[in-house]
């Protein structure tokens, strides 16, 4: 149980294009999805924290016009990247938080790696 | 601010013996949750191990167990008969409040 899928696993896109990347939770409902980047060889920074039907909450220095984040229901919550540049090329991890445990535990997805040409 | 620090970045142990993972953490509350995440080649994130703080006894999960001092707020993890597919990056981390702090990682090599 408590799978994470995230798709496409692997995008390439123009600069100046937008690319939006989809996060689900397959067999639980998921009151909290996290969006993370990881550079080579680094740790995960948390990007933003999504709760379904509201605005996301973005942690400092993260632009929330360039990473819009929606969460429209207890499965789904979207990444996307808007006018991608070089500098967005990253590894993209998504998680989610069971509503119904106690252990603020988190269940990953396998990432999506972004690549702007 | 809560932190994670993992004073070792990379790491190596020879296949079947075992090999400790330091954490240590810094934070202000007494109710948290501490976990050792596995990211392997894949990149997929795998959960090792999780403490509750205010339990006492140590967590173990097979051959993974944890030193957990809570006043010293230290964490590590002690990987037993350590096997070739133990080599990942290894992720020490803080939740608290559905946020995870992660630690920078330490990469472990098993050697045959």
């Known amino acids: 149980g408590a799978v994470v899928s995230q798709h496409p696993s692997r995008v390439i896109c123009k600069s100046g294009t937008s690319v939006k990347i989809e996060c689900r939770s397959l067999d639980f409902q998921a009151t909290t999805m996290f969006w993370y980047r990881q550079f080579p060889k680094k740790s995960l920074m948390l990007m933003a924290t999504?709760?379904?039907?509201?605005?996301?909450?973005?942690e400092q220095g993260v632009e929330k016009d360039k990473f819009l984040i929606n969460h429209a229901s207890l499965t789904l919550s979207t990444l996307t990247v808007t006018s991608a540049h070089p500098e967005d090329s990253s590894f993209y991890i998504c998680?989610?938080?069971?509503?119904?445990?106690?252990?603020?535990?988190?269940?990953f997805g396998p990432g999506t790696r972004l690549t702007v040409t | 601010a809560q932190t994670v620090t993992q004073s070792q970045p990379e790491m190596s142990v020879q296949e079947a013996e075992t090999v400790t993972l330091s954490c240590t953490y810094d934070t202000s509350e007494s109710d948290y949750y501490l976990f050792w995440y596995k990211q392997p080649p894949s990149r997929q994130m795998i959960l090792v191990i999780r403490q509750e703080a205010y339990k006492q006894q140590n967590a173990t999960e097979n051959r993974f167990s944890v030193n957990f001092q809570k006043a010293a707020k230290s964490f590590s993890l002690k990987i037993s008969d350590s096997q070739l597919g133990d080599a990942a990056m290894y992720f020490c981390?803080?939740?608290?409040?559905?946020?995870?702090?992660f630690g920078k990682g330490t990469r472990l090599h098993i050697l045959p």
């Open positions: 981390a803080y939740n608290r409040d559905d946020k995870i702090i």
């Open positions: 999504s709760n379904e039907g509201s605005k996301a909450t973005y």
């Open positions: 998680s989610a938080s069971d509503s119904s445990g106690s252990s603020y535990e988190q269940y």
